[in-house]
Structures are given as structure tokens and as C-alpha cells.
């Protein structure tokens, strides 16, 4: 092979961003072409590409951890952990909370709280953890950028991800 292993990893983590550069790129030869309906497709491509490279950009920054305790499988709305001393699993559908806190060792951490009461802490590093960033697409107004923000932080710092809207009756 010709490229180290750390390149493979770094190559096959932003793979999909790479796809959708190139997609853009194309767009943009074939929105250079003759014909309305040539730059039309190209405006397309150009932004199918865009939409697909920011989504794929967001995620990959979350799939940089690994090596850490345990494993994560998220299946029918259903987040579940699987580690060595604790567990446990989480349905969607029941969350109040999902906060990304560093813990003692500034090691980053996801805890999913439902609402009645119980919680779910998931090492970011986790083997499979990067699924939970597309399982929280599923939720209304999950904030990315507070999850960007916890990992750049420091320890002991938490960052909500996403809270139950409050309901109130009047």
C-alpha cells in the first residue's frame, strides 16, 4: 500500500466530505457548459454537493474519537450502550435532555437523560458512538455547534445538546 495507516483513516473519515467537493466540481464544469438546462443541472450538482459536504463536514468532526470502553448501537429510535461495568439503553422518544459534558480525565462524554429520571452517560469514544450524531438528527433543534463547542472545552465544563421543549398550559 502506498499510503500510511493514519492517512487511511484521516482519508476514509472525511471520505464523504472529499464526494461531495467533487461533486461540486462537477457542477461547476458542467454549469460552465452551453444550454440553460446544462447550468441548470450544474446548479444542482453544485448544490446537492454543498448540502451533502456540510452534512458530512458535521459529522466527521464527531468520528474522530475512538479506542474508548464499550459499544454503541443505535437501532429504532433506541440508543444502547454496552460496556464492561455499566449500560444501558435510551428511546428518543422519551428524552428531556442530551448533554456532552468532559468528565475527570477530559474525556468526552454523551449523557441522554429521560423523563423519568433515568440516565445514560456514553463515553464519545465508545466504539459505534459516532452513530449517535445521526441519531440526533431525529430530534427538532439539536444544536451542533454546542457539541463543536464541548470539544474544543476544556474538563468539568457541560453543553446541552438538545433539551424537551417546555410545555405550557395556560
Do not use: C
Amino acid at each position: 500500500m502506498f499510503l500510511r495507516p493514519e492517512a487511511i483513516a484521516v482519508l476514509k473519515r472525511w471520505s464523504e466530505v472529499i464526494a461531495g467537493a467533487v461533486i461540486m466540481a462537477l457542477g461547476v464544469w458542467t454549469l460552465s457548459r452551453a444550454g440553460w438546462i446544462m447550468q441548470a443541472a450544474g446548479a444542482g450538482l453544485i448544490l446537492l454537493g454543498a448540502a451533502m459536504s456540510f452534512a458530512a463536514w458535521r459529522r466527521a468532526r464527531f468520528s474522530g474519537f475512538s479506542g474508548g470502553p464499550g459499544v454503541v448501537e443505535v437501532d429504532e429510535r433506541q440508543i444502547s450502550y454496552f460496556g464492561a461495568y455499566e449500560g444501558g439503553a435510551v428511546s428518543l422518544d422519551m428524552l428531556a435532555r442530551v448533554t456532552m459534558l468532559s468528565d475527570d480525565h477530559k474525556q468526552l462524554v454523551w449523557l441522554f437523560e429521560e423523563d423519568g429520571g433515568q440516565s445514560l452517560s456514553i463515553p464519545a469514544a465508545a466504539a459505534g458512538a459516532d452513530q449517535i450524531y445521526d441519531a440526533l438528527a431525529a430530534l427538532p433543534g439539536v444544536d451542533y455547534d454546542a457539541a463543536t463547542r464541548a470539544i474544543r472545552a476544556g474538563s468539568h465544563e457541560s453543553f446541552v445538546i438538545w433539551a424537551k421543549p417546555q410545555t405550557h398550559l395556560h
